[in-house]
């Protein structure tokens, strides 16, 4: 147990016992305050008057308890004299000589031995005297042990399994180590949950100790209780030192635990680069697949690790493997609503007919979870090689080959974009802009992925807007974006407002002109 330093006088030095007299009391509560400050005439004083020298605090520790954790011999010594219980312990089943040993205090452990303190005490978490001198590195009094007791219990376990070595190892305490190797401590003990001290080591990214278990040749491939190695500790508290020194050292990169999971698949769920492309540059399988079928990629995608996702597709992870449920990784992304996760996807090519268990898109998901954004994206992705109109629709020689992506389109102008809102607001009606959207070839799911989102009785103003924005991001830099609206609205019978449009266009044509002609006489 964990022994916690707490020095405020009401919690330290405050004695309770029912019946005392104030004066015994305010003499314990000085007796506790000396001890704490290593006062020793103080102490020497207090000791001279009425008071029970085992009166307890609110952990219920006794001053002897204090005298052992701060090592002063001499008040120790006062307070044995005076009939102190050696053996008494607190609220953690920690005893003076433990206390002793947990700060070590060599000299205090020795006096409290030579005064018949039992050398096979335990806390409540049995942690014995060789574990609390070897958890803290406590070298002196792990030297003082090994080398006095008959038998200082080497192997021994505490209540997780632990042994004296464990918690060394856990520490990264090296020295400690070495000096329990030579005296005999086993190296390939296991905890209750079947970790071992490369397993602890490794989780802590202690790398000296790695380096020393490694020397000794512990078994890199152990697996605890839920059958991760010491690779998957190191991956999974992102230890990339420590990966790279088990995978140098001959630990294989691809170890599956009970779900299934590698390293891989644990370092891509946590974005950790370094990990990654050191497993990769060993040979780990880029699209291994865990129990539930997913690769490091659906995990990436899954925690949200925009540069995970864009390094391992540029390693070559299969875009469109599935899950159990049939996912690939833009489903996940779709169904989250991770936007830069679908662009990154869409961009390498992902697989956007694909559908899920249940038939459902990456498009479906994305419109049924009101990813605006997701959704606009997949759709223009689509449009990249839509199908081409019947040959004797009468819109066959005005759309053929005019339709491709291009990331500095039209839309961008904001000319464009007022004129392309003011038809969808004014000059459609709730039909209409789906006439439209036919007519320029979009297909009957992505006019329903786009009417999904709905903000009320005019949300189709918003659907036409979001569908002639898709339109003008598919046009090529040599198509002029107005003349083909035009075009299209005389096609879906808006003769009208095309004719306005036209109009406003040359009265804006001129009145450019004249700007530039006055422009050009002002410089003259």
């Known amino acids: 147990m964990e022994e916690p330093e707490r020095h405020s006088g009401g919690e330290e030095g405050g004695a309770r016992a029912g019946g005392r007299t104030t004066r015994v009391l305010k003499n314990e509560l000085q007796l506790h305050e000396a001890v704490i400050k290593n006062d020793t005439d103080a102490v020497r004083r207090v000791l ?94 792990l030297d003082f042990l090994l080398d006095t007791l008959e038998n200082p219990r080497l192997d021994v376990v505490d209540a997780d399994g632990q042994t004296a070595l464990f918690h060394a190892a856990a520490g990264g305490h090296t020295a400690a180590v070495r000096r329990l190797l030579e005296a005999g401590a086993r190296i390939d003990v296991r905890n209750k949950q079947g970790r071992t001290p490369l397993h602890a080591a490794a989780e802590k990214g202690h790398v000296e100790m790695v380096e020393l278990l490694l020397r000794r040749d512990v078994d890199v491939s152990a697996r605890d209780g839920d059958g991760n190695t010491a690779l998957h500790a190191a991956a999974e508290n992102q230890q990339t030192r420590c990966v790279q020194l088990l995978l140098e050292r001959g630990c294989p990169p691809d170890p599956a635990n009970k779900k299934g999971f590698t390293p891989l698949h644990v370092a891509s769920s946590l974005g950790c680069r370094g990990i990654i492309e050191a497993l990769l540059q060993h040979g780990s399988a880029l699209n291994c697949r865990s129990e539930n079928g997913s690769t490091p990629l659906h995990l990436a995608c899954q925690a949200n690790e925009r540069d995970t996702v864009e390094l391992l597709t540029a390693k070559g992870a299969d875009l469109n493997a599935l899950n159990a449920r049939l996912q690939s990784p833009i489903h996940i992304a779709a169904e989250l609503g991770y936007v830069e996760i679908c662009k990154l996807l869409l961009a390498a090519g992902a697989n956007i007919d694909q559908k899920e268990q249940g038939g459902k898109t990456p498009l479906y998901i994305a419109a049924r979870g009101s990813f605006t954004a997701i959704v606009d994206m997949i759709i223009r992705t689509a449009r990249l090689d839509y199908p081409q109109p019947d040959g004797d629709s009468p819109e066959a020689g005005l759309r053929a080959g005019k339709w491709r992506y291009s990331c500095d389109g039209h839309a961008s102008n904001e000319r464009l974009r007022d004129v392309l809102w003011k038809v969808a607001s004014k000059q459609l009606s709730a039909g209409e802009w789906k006439r439209l959207a036919h007519h320029w070839a979009f297909t009957d799911d992505q006019i329903k992925a786009i009417e999904h989102q709905y903000t009320g009785p005019s949300s189709y103003k918003e659907h036409g807007f979001r569908m002639m924005l898709i339109w003008a991001h598919s046009l090529p830099p040599q198509i002029n974006p107005m003349k083909e609206l035009c075009d299209s609205l005389v096609a879906i019978g808006k003769k009208s407002v095309a004719e306005n449009i036209r109009k406003k266009m040359e009265d804006d044509e001129h009145g450019n002109k004249g700007k530039r002609k006055c422009h050009t006489c002002s410089v003259t």
């Not at 609220?91 to 005064?115: E, F, S, T």
């Not at 978490?125 to 609390?132: A, F, G, R």
């Open 48 to 141: 001279r008057e009425p008071l029970d020298v085992n009166s307890r605090n609110n952990y219920g520790r006794a001053p002897i308890h204090w005298a052992a954790s701060r090592g002063n011999t001499d008040i120790l010594e006062m307070l044995i004299g005076a009939k102190s219980d050696i053996e008494a312990k607190d609220k953690y089943g920690m005893r003076p000589i433990l206390m002793a040993a947990w700060h070590g205090h060599k000299d205090a452990v020795q006096m409290l031995i030579n005064c018949g303190a039992s050398v096979v005490a335990v806390n409540k978490k049995q942690y014995t005297l060789l574990m609390c001198a070897s958890r803290n590195n406590r070298l002196d009094v």
